[in-house]
């Protein structure tokens, strides 16, 4: 079973910058393509943006596309969502997700899920 722990999360000033990482001690993270997706109050899951196990980066949503990057770093078996320029709408829960092949497009195509970190963008 592949288990994900997001944390990174908090409070922040619009403008501010916060980095999420996405972890497992279980499996090894670069065997799955690993996707950042958030849920905003009331709204639907977004899936923001995928790396693949290849490195491949897929930006879904246009809100972000110049604002939040997506790595990895394979020696500590980790992936990251470095987030600048936060605005209010980006207040969310975030979730990253593996799923064993390329990256998708749609929440529903993720396997394996963590349990998500608020993020709270107010001044």
């Known amino acids: 079973q592949v288990q994900l722990v997001e944390s990174g999360g908090g409070l922040v000033q619009p403008g501010g910058s916060l980095r999420l990482s996405c972890a497992s001690s279980?499996?090894?993270?670069?065997?799955?393509?690993i996707g950042w997706i958030r849920q905003g109050p009331g709204k639907e899951r977004d899936v923001l943006s995928c790396?693949?196990?290849?490195?491949?980066?897929?930006v879904y949503t246009d809100s972000v596309k110049d604002r939040f990057t997506v790595s990895r770093d394979n020696a500590k078996n980790a992936v990251y969502l470095q987030m600048n320029s936060l605005k209010p709408e980006d207040t969310a829960v975030y979730y990253c997700?593996?799923?064993?092949?390329?990256?998708?497009?749609?929440?529903?195509?993720?396997?394996?899920w963590g349990q998500g970190t608020p993020v709270t963008v107010s001044s």
């Open positions: 279980l499996v090894t993270l670069d065997r799955y393509s």
């Open positions: 790396v693949t196990s290849g490195n491949s980066v897929t």
């Open positions: 997700a593996a799923r064993p092949d390329y990256c998708g497009s749609s929440w529903s195509m993720y396997d394996y």
